[in-house]
């Protein structure tokens, strides 16, 4: 970065990142052996612990036996070039503007495969009682962005912003931002914003080939030709479905408005925010029971978008499709206050969302949306010098299911952290240490199935410990 001239200034950046993992999991079952080994007599469904052929049947198991292996990868290229600069002025004060482009590519994949005894390798399609995806795609992309910040008087602003990118796998996309800000004193803050623009669909959605899940489904309503008609006695049981991505997905849209008020005297920031979210054209699926009275039966090795019975069992193939839509609102409440003592300084910071309303309508059909309504942090701080140790309580309230036949309980986790800053000396440096999930509190259960989790991205990872350094040059 660097000045051209007094009131104009330039930003120039290459950024690329490559991330791979890969996890070796638990064991699982092969469903068609399982079923070939029980039909032989040989894997002992009656009394598994105590077989009658205890060699049979443990052969049974090992035939049976898959591991599950997920390798997945994100890596990346972009560069971007932005003027800024400030021109006509307002009160003494300058219109500040920027302007510039940016490109680059993105890759990610996350393949899941299940591996037997004898090295062979089974998707997801193939386990039984195993959700899972596997995807793998590239997008390319350029885009151009500018906004500006006009100051009305010496108390209030006016800013607007504009972007436009197009990529190579869904085309264009364009988003706008408005926003407005008035400081009627030193300590207080009103604002106003409003945002509209369009979202591409994840590489997931686009180009998933082996995704499976086990909905459950009001009742069977049976064979037949579609629509079928209403079951007469409810009849709950739990189907499998296949889900393929659907490369020919739209960008969704979405709109934001919100009003704030901010509060600002050392050592004290308050912040609270109504907002309302808009989201139309969502991918999504259909709800498993429309889809069970609505989509054909497959015939002649057909494997989309309809209805499949071997045995007793059903499947249903299904593709993603933008019929998601969905309206959310809420107030957000951030506060903050630091205290300085004779041995350094204690800071309390947090933040409370709380949903007042929320919607979901799937191809305009009113359905439940099952969220949290509360969730809270609260960060408590004590720095010395250049050391400073973190606790941090996440709460998240329960909730409904969206069937509305069962709940999530709270859930409550705890993080540690110390940090520290120029260690020995070492001027730009940083090394924090720390856990996530310090009481390894798991992912909540659906009371009504078991099979269905929710949780924070840490409740899923347990108690993680974690040590980074950072270096700036």
């Known amino acids: 970065e660097g000045r051209l001239t007094e009131n104009l200034g330039y930003e120039a950046s290459i950024d690329?990142?490559?991330?791979?993992?890969?996890?070796?999991?638990?064991?699982?079952?092969?469903?068609?052996?399982?079923?070939?080994?029980?039909?032989?007599?040989?894997?002992?469904?009656?009394?598994?612990?105590?077989?009658?052929?205890?060699?049979?049947?443990?052969?049974?198991?090992?035939?049976?036996?898959?591991?599950?292996?997920?390798?997945?990868?994100i890596e990346g290229l972009g560069a971007r070039l932005a003027l800024e600069g400030r021109t006509i002025a307002f009160d003494d004060r300058r219109v500040a503007w920027t302007a510039g482009l940016d490109m680059g590519t993105a890759k990610a994949h996350s393949i899941l495969r299940f591996r037997d005894n004898d090295g062979m390798v089974h998707d997801v399609t193939k386990v039984l009682g195993s959700g899972g995806v596997s995807f793998e795609g590239e997008r390319k992309g350029v885009g151009?962005?500018?906004?500006?910040?006009?100051?009305?008087?010496?108390?209030?602003?006016?800013?607007?912003?504009a972007r436009g990118d197009e990529y190579d796998d869904v085309g264009g996309l364009q988003s706008f931002r408005v926003a407005a800000e008035h400081r009627p004193t030193d300590a207080v803050t009103l604002r106003s914003s409003w945002g509209a623009g369009d979202r591409a669909p994840s590489m997931l959605h686009l180009h998933s080939t082996a995704s499976q899940d086990h909905p459950y489904i009001q009742c069977d309503p049976g064979r037949g030709s579609a629509p079928?008609?209403?079951?007469?006695?409810?009849?709950?049981?739990?189907?499998?479905?296949?889900?393929?991505?659907?490369?020919?997905?739209?960008?969704?849209?979405?709109?934001?408005?919100?009003?704030?008020?901010?509060?600002r005297r050392h050592p004290y920031f308050v912040d609270v925010e109504w907002y309302r979210l808009s989201r139309t054209g969502l991918p999504g699926l259909r709800n498993p029971n429309w889809a069970m009275h609505n989509l054909d039966e497959c015939s002649d090795g057909r494997q989309s978008n309809c209805i499949a019975r071997v045995g007793g069992d059903i499947t249903i193939y299904d593709s993603f499709a933008n019929i998601v839509d969905t309206e959310i609102s809420g107030i957000t409440t951030r506060y903050r206050?630091?205290?300085?003592?004779?041995?350094?300084?204690?800071?309390?910071?947090g933040a409370w969302?709380?949903?007042?309303?929320?919607?979901?309508?799937?191809?305009?059909?009113?359905?439940?949306?099952?969220?949290?309504?509360?969730m809270a942090r609260i960060r408590f701080e004590a720095r010395r010098q250049n050391l400073t140790a973190t606790w941090t309580v996440n709460h998240r309230a329960g909730?409904?299911?969206?069937?509305?036949?069962g709940d999530f309980s709270d859930w409550t986790g705890h993080d540690v952290a110390l940090d520290w800053n120029e260690p020995m000396g070492l001027e730009g440096a940083r090394i924090t240490v720390g856990i996530f999930n310090l009481t390894d509190a798991g992912l909540t259960v659906d009371t009504a199935n078991p099979d269905s989790v929710d949780g924070p991205e840490a409740a899923g990872w347990g108690r993680t410990f974690f040590l980074t350094l950072n270096k700036s040059f």
């Open 337 to 349: 206050a630091d205290f300085a003592t004779d041995w350094g300084e204690i800071g309390l910071s």
């Open 228 to 263: 079928r008609s209403a079951c007469t006695t409810p009849n709950r049981r739990q189907v499998t479905r296949e889900t393929t991505g659907n490369p020919k997905l739209e960008p969704s849209e979405t709109e934001r408005f919100a009003v704030g008020a901010e509060f």
């Open 144 to 161: 151009v962005f500018g906004d500006m910040s006009v100051p009305l008087t010496g108390r209030t602003e006016f800013r607007v912003a």
């Open 399 to 405: 909730f409904r299911n969206q069937s509305d036949t």
């Open 16 to 73: 690329a990142y490559h991330l791979d993992s890969s996890l070796v999991g638990n064991t699982f079952v092969h469903a068609d052996r399982i079923r070939e080994e029980i039909a032989a007599g040989r894997y002992d469904v009656v009394d598994p612990t105590s077989p009658i052929d205890p060699d049979a049947h443990q052969q049974a198991i090992e035939r049976t036996s898959l591991q599950e292996e997920e390798v997945s990868g």
């Open 353 to 374: 969302r709380h949903v007042t309303d929320a919607e979901l309508r799937i191809e305009g059909n009113e359905d439940r949306y099952a969220t949290s309504k509360n």
